[in-house]
């Protein structure tokens, strides 16, 4: 998202903060889908969703696309303008509304089992004090289908043919466990969204987070494998879907090191150390890398913010590869 896109929406919600019916009116504006019809295709693109339908055989091909991740993704909405010319059937596109701050493998997986015996009154604690969005533990991810809303206001359900999914949260995220109950939580969402000042200045949260949680720290690339092995093991075993996974920049554009030896652990290193390891488990479960590192490395990576974040120039060539693969994969 540009600087523009995020001082926006930050303007935004102040203003729907201080005022519910101003709140409403907007958030009916930001939800309602809108539609663009060409000589071959209708588009409906939502606030979280894009949905492509030939005006020819519509139901000879049902594809759902599910996004679960990072910052990347967003690329894949692209895919829209590359397929609406030629493909035949209907097309869905949808993020999860779980981002970066709720994708680290072992997050996900633990809405598996590892939450039956936690009281819903600690996970609703939780929810609450950081702010986090109310299916944040939920397993939605693991069921086979998922809903968007067409050009009639009407619910259409698709199956998750393909699922695509980020690297970049098993490699950046730290989580958090709950002392008494034993369930992580990353509260990246709410700690960002909140000045280092503010926090520091309101000691009773500091206290109840340092009473309530101990840090497990960030993945290893040993933990990557075990971990985001047994989510992909998983979500095959559930869904059927296709995986594609995007892996991570290895350099970083901020990042003006030019001798390593009195770095001790560099980043880059450990972002290579994670995509050598997806390479080597897309072999052993099956699923396509997108090379978000080669691409990014080819087109030039001196407008992006930092690792982490492609500009939205680069989103297209990023779909593109995801359009070859799924080509050559027959699913589009």
Not at 278 to 292: C, G, K, R, Y
Request: proline residues 4%.
């Amino acid at each position: 998202m540009s600087t523009m896109k995020i001082r926006a929406v930050r303007v935004l919600r102040t203003v729907a903060g201080s005022n519910p019916y101003t709140a409403k009116v907007l958030k009916k504006a930001f939800t309602r889908p809108k539609i663009k019809r060409g000589a071959n295709y209708t588009q409906i693109n939502g606030r979280s969703y894009t949905v492509v339908r030939s005006n020819s055989g519509a139901e000879e091909n049902r594809v759902g696309i599910y996004l679960r991740g990072g910052c990347d993704l967003p690329a894949m909405f692209r895919l829209a303008p590359l397929m609406r010319d030629t493909f035949t059937g209907t097309c869905a596109i949808k993020r999860d509304p779980n981002e970066i701050a709720g994708s680290r493998s072992d997050l996900m997986m633990q809405t598996l089992h590892d939450l039956d015996g936690v009281p819903a009154e600690a996970l609703e604690e939780v929810l609450s004090s950081f702010k986090l969005g109310f299916k944040y533990f939920s397993n939605e991810l693991f069921n086979p289908s998922f809903t968007v809303t067409d050009d009639h206001k009407q619910d259409q359900e698709f199956d998750k043919t393909v699922m695509v999914l980020s690297a970049g949260p098993d490699y950046t995220r730290t989580l958090y466990r709950h002392r008494e109950h034993g369930f992580l939580v990353d509260p990246g969402g709410f700690w960002l969204n909140h000045s280092v000042e503010n926090a520091l200045s309101d000691m009773s949260k500091l206290q109840w987070f340092n009473k309530t949680f101990k840090s497990v720290g960030r993945l290893s690339p040993e933990d990557f494998r075990r971990e985001f092995g047994a989510l992909v093991t998983e979500i095959k075993k559930r869904t059927g879907a296709h995986i594609l996974v995007l892996n991570v920049l290895t350099v970083d554009p901020s990042d003006l090191t030019h001798n390593y030896r009195l770095v001790k652990n560099p980043d880059n290193a450990r972002r290579r150390a994670f995509d050598v390891a997806l390479a080597d488990m897309s072999q052993l479960h099956d699923f396509d890398v997108l090379d978000v590192d080669r691409i990014l490395k080819t087109r030039g990576i001196t407008d992006q913010v930092d690792f982490a974040h492609p500009s939205e120039q680069q989103f297209t060539p990023m779909a593109e590869e995801a359009y070859r693969i799924l080509k050559d994969r027959e699913i589009l």
